[in-house]
């Protein structure tokens, strides 16, 4: 059993930063692919980002990439979402996913057996 804790969203201006961070409970932390899904009113929840355990193999959705970093320290149990240049666009609800040893990254949310609670990022423009 894994127990996710977002947090760091917030209010920010369009072109601003923020830095999500993704606290987990539980054991072999590492053996998890985590991903970052947003949703936003209205819209269906959408893959951001994702991570391997090993913290080498990530991807990201064409919306958001060369402007989001995800990252993760086994050490802390925690993953990250650098996200820089904001767009109103990216305003949304993000949650963090743990996938136990998948084969490949995965980027359907059906894949993922644990999820966080959500946190609000929202943009000003």
């Given at each position: 059993q894994v127990q996710l804790v977002e947090s760091g969203g917030g209010l920010v201006q369009a072109g601003g930063?923020?830095?999500l961070s993704c606290a987990?409970?539980?054991r072999f932390f590492s053996s998890y692919a985590m991903g970052w899904f947003r949703q936003?009113?209205?819209k269906k929840r959408e893959f951001v980002a994702g991570i391997r355990g090993n913290g080498v193999s990530t991807f990201y959705a064409d919306s958001v990439?060369?402007?989001f970093t995800v990252s993760r320290d086994n050490a802390k149990n925690t993953v990250y979402l650098q996200?820089?240049?904001l767009k109103p666009e990216d305003a949304a609800v993000y949650y963090c996913a743990a996938d136990y040893l998948p084969k490949t990254?995965?980027?359907d949310e059906l894949q993922y057996d644990y999820w966080?609670?959500?946190t609000q990022v929202t943009v000003s423009s």
């Open positions: 930063s923020l830095r987990a409970s539980g936003a009113p209205g990439k060369d402007r996200m820089n240049s990254m995965p980027v966080g609670q959500g």
